[in-house]
């Protein structure tokens, strides 16, 4: 129990901070606690989910990512124009097409940052104006709405009446957000790799000379955020029924900051899937509960923002000082 | 020689890059379009200048210790907002001059106070910087269209407006006041002993705090410094467009970034200065008028925009290695 607490802090203060939240919302509205609108949060934070989770991989490997969304939405494009001439396709080569976009324009991120030895954060940046100002420049702005039918069609998996007559649904972005999730477990934590992408993000130079291929590495964690930003972008397109050039501009710093909310270390080596999806529900949720609260959705961002101030705080305040008791023998304090 | 020297030591090395870069666009856009070279394409520069690089000046500080602040476009919103408040309360269209000095004070106190905050939460609890400020810009974002309604605020004195497009002896009003903010920030990171802490911030915060800085105190500062030159930018932006709207120049974020690291500020902090980031400034203006000429968009010149970061990042890995591979032959 003890050890718990030292190895998921921030999952438990993260958890905590829900559980507040949720308890404080059920009973100030009755529609929070409810099957609808858990099924409802699922189904719209699965994007960020599926982004998030890719990210965490690029920030356990001591890297960062600014271009993912811009990316996701060069590859919803160029996916919709693909799929239109191969004559429609279906969610199998749909997602087949974006993943592997996705990896390519992942596989440029990392390419310049292993070649040239540019510092993530500039790559990316660099990535980010020059992926958004030809997305512009060559769509002129101009939003797809001729999708394919398979595309665009509600998919439900499972539904359920509840008392009232609404209908608690769980839709397919669901599952692929589930899948994501579960591969980017398995891979970060059950496989030589993932021990390898911590051991490379903790201490670059020493993991090179311990025989870690560091391009690898690059590759794998860049490759592996392209390969979910493409698969994102497509739920949103699926999702929003739509395909804007500029729908998921600034939906990087979002996501950014759920996931490093979830623990997840800038400079690398620390971060969980569990955490990282703690992260994007805690945002979810508040702004769920304001919506059933009635609060004007002008106040939403606001209360977010404070919200992930004060839980930055309550989070980075180590835990061990306030619970004294809890500190194992010998650790200075 | 020992002039030269004392030139390459007031703007250093990092100015290679961006020099090299200012000279090929001169070049380029000098030979294709030959209306390029005029007064006017100096003109639109000039007066488009001062909002991205003050705010890239509110940005250079907090890069210089090894953080980020992604709020500076907010800041600049809600500062702006201010002004506008005080304007609309007490007279309108009418306001005196005082009033609008009152307003600007206070303007830039709102921006120093968001700063304030943000560098209390990075100093006490060592969150990381682009969280923090990450969160802040939420916040501020959310807290400006909260009190707009996502609306323009518009309807200011007339005196207002020179200070965004009026001129004393052929200089944009706008422009003196960024020159004079630039040597502001020269002074400070040069002559001051905040300025020296910054550096020693940056390169490392540890060794820093252990030689008796007192770091905390240096980062709310530096923090607090950011958040008022985004005030600045925030009144200029307002003169500007003669209204306000939360939301305005929020492109520009990522290109501040851009800036800094195109002027050869460290990503990681400790070293940049602000000659070769003006310089780099000055570069990217220059490039989208002049892709501006020859027909092309703000979207193509932004692209165009990283395109000359990686160039500049890639010819720096260049000259590192070939002067890697001479030493390895001597």
Same mark, same amino acid.
């Given at each position: 129990? /003890?050890?718990?607490?030292?190895?998921?802090?921030?999952?438990?203060?993260?958890?905590?901070?829900?559980?507040? !939240?949720?308890?404080?919302?059920?009973?100030?509205?009755?529609?929070?606690?409810?099957?609808?609108?858990?099924?409802?949060?699922?189904?719209?934070?699965?994007?960020?989910?599926?982004?998030?989770?890719?990210?965490?991989?690029?920030?356990?490997?001591?890297?960062?990512?600014?271009?993912?969304?811009?990316?996701?939405?060069?590859?919803?494009?160029?996916?919709?124009?693909?799929?239109?001439?191969?004559?429609?396709?279906?969610?199998?080569?749909?997602?087949?097409?974006?993943?592997?976009?996705?990896?390519?324009?992942?596989?440029?991120?990392?390419?310049?940052?292993?070649?040239? $030895?540019?510092?993530?954060?500039?790559?990316?940046?660099?990535?980010?104006?020059?992926?958004?100002?030809?997305?512009?420049?060559?769509?002129?702005?101009?939003?797809?709405?001729?999708?394919?039918?398979?595309?665009?069609?509600?998919?439900?998996?499972?539904? /359920?009446?509840?008392?009232?007559?609404?209908?608690?649904?769980?839709?397919?972005?669901?599952?692929?957000?589930?899948?994501?999730?579960?591969?980017?477990?398995?891979?970060?934590?059950?496989?030589?790799?993932?021990?390898?992408? &911590?051991?490379?993000?903790? @201490?670059?130079?020493?993991?090179? $000379?311990?025989?870690?291929?560091?391009?690898?590495?690059?590759?794998?964690?860049?490759?592996?955020?392209?390969?979910?930003?493409? #698969?994102?972008?497509?739920?949103?397109?699926? &999702?929003?029924?739509?395909?804007?050039?500029?729908?998921?501009?600034?939906?990087?710093?979002?996501?950014?900051?759920?996931?490093?909310?979830?623990?997840? $270390?800038?400079?690398?080596?620390?971060?969980? %899937?569990?955490?990282?999806?703690?992260?994007?529900?805690?945002?979810? !949720?508040?702004?769920?509960?304001?919506?059933?609260? @009635?609060?004007?959705?002008?106040?939403?961002?606001? %209360? #977010?923002?404070?919200?992930?101030?004060?839980?930055?705080?309550?989070?980075?305040?180590?835990?061990?000082?306030?619970?004294?008791?809890?500190?194992?023998?010998?650790?200075?304090? | 020689?020992?002039?030269?020297?004392?030139?390459?030591?007031?703007?250093?090395?990092?100015?290679?890059?961006?020099?090299?870069?200012?000279?090929?666009?001169?070049?380029?856009?000098?030979?294709?379009?030959?209306?390029?070279?005029?007064? +006017?394409?100096?003109?639109?520069?000039?007066?488009?200048?001062?909002?991205?690089? =003050?705010?890239?000046?509110?940005?250079?500080?907090?890069?210089?210790?090894?953080?980020?602040?992604?709020?500076?476009?907010?800041?600049?919103?809600?500062?702006?907002?201010?002004?506008?408040?005080?304007?609309?309360?007490?007279?309108?269209?009418?306001?005196?001059?005082?009033?609008?000095?009152?307003?600007?004070?206070?303007?830039?106190?709102?921006?120093?106070?968001?700063?304030?905050?943000?560098?209390?939460?990075? +100093? &006490?609890? /060592?969150?990381?910087?682009?969280?923090?400020?990450?969160?802040?810009?939420?916040?501020?974002?959310?807290?400006?269209?909260?009190?707009?309604?996502?609306?323009?605020?518009?309807?200011?004195?007339?005196?207002?407006?020179?200070?965004?497009?009026?001129? %004393?002896?052929?200089?944009?009003?706008?422009?003196?006041?960024?020159?004079?903010?630039?040597?502001?920030?020269?002074?400070?990171?040069?002559? =001051?002993?905040?300025?020296? @802490?910054?550096?020693?911030?940056?390169?490392?915060?540890?060794?820093? $705090?252990?030689?008796?800085? @007192?770091?905390?105190?240096?980062?709310?500062?530096?923090?607090?410094?950011?958040?008022?030159?985004?005030?600045?930018?925030?009144? !200029?932006?307002?003169?500007?467009?003669?209204?306000?709207?939360?939301?305005?120049?929020?492109? &520009?974020?990522?290109?501040?970034?851009?800036?800094?690291?195109?002027?050869?500020?460290?990503?990681?902090?400790?070293?940049?200065?602000?000659?070769?980031?003006?310089?780099?400034?000055?570069?990217?203006?220059?490039?989208?008028?002049?892709?501006?000429?020859?027909?092309?968009?703000?979207?193509?010149?932004?692209?165009?925009?990283?395109?000359?970061?990686?160039?500049?990042?890639?010819?720096?890995?260049?000259? +590192?290695?070939?002067?890697?591979?001479?030493?390895?032959?001597?």
């Amino acid at each position: 129990m /003890r050890k718990l607490f030292h190895t998921h802090a921030t999952e438990i203060a993260l958890l905590a901070i829900i559980v507040l !939240i949720g308890t404080v919302l059920s009973f100030a509205t009755d529609r929070f606690f409810s099957l609808g609108n858990a099924f409802d949060l699922l189904n719209t934070s699965s994007v960020n989910i599926i982004f998030a989770v890719g990210l965490l991989v690029v920030l356990i490997s001591g890297g960062i990512d600014i271009s993912f969304a811009v990316a996701a939405s060069v590859v919803q494009y160029l996916a919709a124009l693909l799929l239109e001439k191969i004559g429609g396709g279906g969610w199998v080569s749909g997602l087949i097409v974006a993943g592997g976009l996705g990896i390519c324009l992942g596989a440029i991120n990392a390419f310049l940052i292993h070649r040239f $030895r540019i510092i993530s954060i500039v790559a990316t940046i660099a990535t980010f104006n020059i992926y958004f100002g030809l997305l512009m420049f060559f769509t002129r702005g101009v939003s797809i709405y001729d999708l394919p039918d398979w595309l665009t069609e509600r998919v439900v998996l499972f539904e /359920r009446e509840a008392a009232d007559g609404s209908w608690a649904e769980i839709t397919l972005p669901v599952l692929i957000m589930a899948v994501c999730v579960a591969t980017t477990w398995a891979l970060i934590t059950r496989t030589t790799i993932g021990r390898q992408l &911590y051991a490379f993000g903790d @201490n670059p130079e020493g993991a090179r $000379r311990f025989g870690i291929n560091v391009g690898a590495m690059h590759f794998i964690a860049f490759g592996w955020l392209g390969l979910m930003a493409g #698969i994102g972008g497509l739920v949103q397109a699926h &999702y929003a029924q739509e395909v804007v050039p500029n729908a998921l501009y600034g939906r990087e710093l979002d996501v950014l900051a759920a996931v490093v909310l979830g623990g997840a $270390r800038l400079g690398g080596g620390k971060g969980t %899937v569990l955490g990282c999806v703690l992260g994007v529900l805690l945002v979810s !949720i508040t702004q769920n509960g304001l919506n059933l609260m @009635n609060v004007s959705p002008f106040a939403f961002k606001m %209360v #977010i923002g404070a919200t992930i101030l004060a839980a930055i705080t309550v989070s980075s305040v180590r835990l061990e000082k306030l619970l004294p008791f809890m500190r194992s023998p010998g650790e200075r304090a | 020689m020992t002039l030269m020297k004392r030139i390459g030591n007031l703007i250093g090395t990092e100015i290679i890059g961006p020099g090299l870069a200012f000279v090929a666009v001169i070049l380029f856009f000098g030979l294709a379009a030959p209306r390029f070279l005029s007064s +006017a394409t100096f003109g639109s520069v000039a007066f488009q200048l001062p909002e991205l690089g =003050l705010l890239t000046l509110a940005m250079l500080l907090p890069i210089l210790t090894g953080g980020l602040n992604l709020a500076i476009t907010f800041t600049a919103n809600i500062a702006g907002l201010t002004v506008a408040w005080v304007l609309k309360s007490h007279g309108g269209v009418d306001a005196s001059p005082l009033v609008f000095a009152v307003g600007c004070f206070l303007a830039i106190a709102v921006g120093g106070l968001s700063g304030t905050v943000m560098g209390l939460v990075i +100093a &006490y609890t /060592r969150a990381h910087p682009i969280l923090v400020s990450l969160s802040m810009m939420i916040f501020l974002r959310g807290l400006g269209e909260f009190l707009t309604r996502g609306g323009d605020i518009s309807g200011f004195p007339s005196f207002i407006q020179p200070i965004g497009h009026g001129s %004393v002896f052929g200089m944009p009003i706008p422009l003196l006041i960024f020159i004079a903010c630039v040597l502001v920030w020269h002074v400070l990171l040069t002559r =001051l002993k905040l300025g020296f @802490n910054i550096y020693m911030i940056g390169s490392n915060i540890e060794a820093a $705090r252990y030689s008796g800085v @007192n770091t905390r105190k240096a980062l709310i500062l530096v923090y607090t410094l950011s958040g008022a030159m985004c005030a600045v930018a925030g009144i !200029i932006m307002m003169a500007r467009f003669n209204s306000v709207r939360v939301g305005h120049g929020e492109s &520009y974020l990522l290109i501040t970034v851009l800036a800094c690291f195109l002027g050869g500020v460290n990503p990681f902090g400790g070293f940049g200065r602000v000659v070769p980031v003006f310089v780099a400034l000055v570069v990217l203006q220059l490039l989208s008028s002049g892709l501006n000429l020859m027909g092309a968009n703000q979207h193509l010149a932004t692209a165009v925009w990283g395109i000359l970061l990686l160039g500049v990042m890639i010819m720096r890995w260049l000259i +590192a290695w070939l002067t890697l591979s001479n030493t390895h032959k001597g």
